[in-house]
Nanobody, 129 residues
């Protein structure tokens, strides 16, 4: 099982980035993919999550209206489009995968990083003011 996160970089405040998470080694449709981020000295926090089987999406309040998660099941890739970036978005971004639970449960647990089995290596996002 492998998750490969990419697309990070340095961008000015107000700019955009698109992160990609390429997955291999498991049945993509049976999994939920989450994006998490961790800034220096802070806890890892859930940013967004998508259920690959039905396309249900979930966002942290900090991401709503600015970030969009999407999935290309043919490419086994999940994207996180990040617009209107702010300096406080600066962090290492990770994608993670877990077996897709019922939607009602996923809605409650998607932000819990310990619930994810597989993790990518992280990609740095730096937003300058």
């Amino acid at each position: 099982v492998q998750l490969q996160a990419s697309g990070g970089g340095l961008v000015q405040a107000g700019g955009s980035l698109r992160l990609s998470c390429a997955a291999s080694g498991f049945s993509f449709d049976d999994y939920a993919i989450g994006w998490f981020r961790q800034a220096p000295g802070k806890e890892r926090e859930g940013v967004s999550c998508i259920s690959n089987s039905d396309g249900s999406t979930y966002y942290a309040d900090s991401a709503k209206g600015r970030f969009t998660i999407s999935s290309d099941n043919a490419k086994n890739t999940v994207y996180l489009q990040m617009n209107s970036l702010k300096p406080e978005d600066t962090a290492v971004y990770y994608c993670a995968a877990r077996i897709r639970p019922p939607s009602s449960l996923l809605a409650k647990i998607w932000t819990s990083h310990e619930r994810y089995r597989y993790w990518g290596q992280g990609t740095q996002v730096t937003v300058s003011s």
